[in-house]
Nanobody
Framework: QVQLVESGGGLVQAGGSLRLSCAAS????????MGWYRQFPGKQRELVAT???????NYADYVKGRFTISRDNAKNTVYLQMNSLKPEDTAVYRC???????????WGKGSLVTVSP
């Protein structure tokens, strides 16, 4: 069973930055896609960014130019650097892995990011 553990969330003021980390229990090279998603209270989960084994990257329009996804295969870790944070970015951010972004197989429990005005 693969485990994904997120860290790095917290409280930050608008305009600030945070870096989330997602540590996998095994090699991330076994996954076709790894990604970050976020969930707002009472709403559906939405995609933030994905990165493939071949380093093809995709961002949601609402984070383009502000967030950066990256991976360190040696550390089995995927990162999400979040800059110019806005209060509307407040959510639980979850890491996921699987064959395609629309059907991720493994999910972390999430890390809460709170952006104050």
């Amino acid at each position: 069973q693969v485990q994904l553990v997120e860290s790095g969330g917290g409280l930050v003021q608008a305009g600030g930055s945070l870096r989330l980390s997602c540590a996998a229990s095994g090699s991330i090279l076994m996954f076709d896609v790894m990604g970050w998603y976020r969930q707002f209270p009472g709403k559906q989960r939405e995609l933030v960014a994905t990165i493939t084994r071949g380093d093809t990257i995709n961002y949601a329009d609402y984070v383009k130019g502000r967030f950066t996804i990256s991976r360190d295969n040696a550390k089995n870790t995927v990162y999400l650097q979040m800059n110019s944070l806005k209060p509307e970015d407040t959510a639980v951010y979850r890491c996921a892995s699987g064959p395609v972004a629309e059907n991720m197989k493994y999910w972390g429990k999430g890390s809460l990011v709170t952006v104050s005005p």
